[in-house]
């Protein structure tokens, strides 16, 4: 069953040095405060993955707590080019960076078949690419019915999942609504879990199409008001877009990204 803790000690008793982080969320609900407080506490050696890592990301790689990214695309939205990442990649700074490339279908079926118990999920995405060639991970499999040769993926099981929502109750359900992308199943599919919420309830109220998430299927919830910022909360906040057009700048120079994070993250 959910418990409901500070940020700091989920985070503290959730990610450990070494660990498969999945930190999901598409739009909106990107888990931002989550991600700063896994730099806060400097863990090291991660395997990070998410279906679309944006900035939070490049923060956590130029913060050096990544070794290995698994991922289907990369990019600050709308802006261009994560600059903490390809430096990482191109120059191994802060340390060398190692990719996991896939398809969006590719990674949503990865979770879909990890909350699943599932030890693979099989497709017929990659066809016409070359990303078989690039990635270990994505091998072909001979359908025994038809005998259509398929695509298999191994599911995603992270040591921990990470999602932001819009509330949760003291029983620790959570609900989250608007755009909701893989959060259900990156959850569902990791080992470990935190729900980051705007506000704890004392009653979930029906919204339409909301998600709910049962406490029996999280670790920990806890509290990070405007957590997701910049991107936003639908109810609760709106998108920062002047943020992401001024990252670009900041993330080009290392010493310009490093004071940065030491005076609004650490």
Known sequence: MAEIVSLADAVGGLVRD???VALEGFTHLIPFAAGHEIIRQR???????RMTPDVIYDQLIGMGCARRLVFSWGG????????????AVENGWPRPLELEEHSHAGMANRYVAGASGLPFAVLRGYVGTDLAGQTATIRP???PFTGEVLTAVPALTPDVGIVHAQRADR??????????????????????????????????????DAVVLPGWALTYVAVARNGSHPSYTHGYSTRDNDFYVAWDDISRDRDRFAAWMESHVL
């Open 18 to 20: 070494g660990d498969t």
């Open 43 to 49: 863990r090291r050696d991660l395997t990070l993955v």
């Open 76 to 87: 600050n939205p709308g802006v261009g080019s994560l600059h903490r990442l390809r430096d």
């Open 141 to 143: 499999i001979e359908c």
């Open 171 to 208: 029983a620790g359900n959570v609900q989250l609504w608007g755009i909701t992308g893989v959060q259900k199943e990156a959850v569902l599919a990791a080992k470990r879990s935190l729900v980051t919420v705007e506000e704890i309830v004392d009653e979930l109220t029906p919204v339409p």
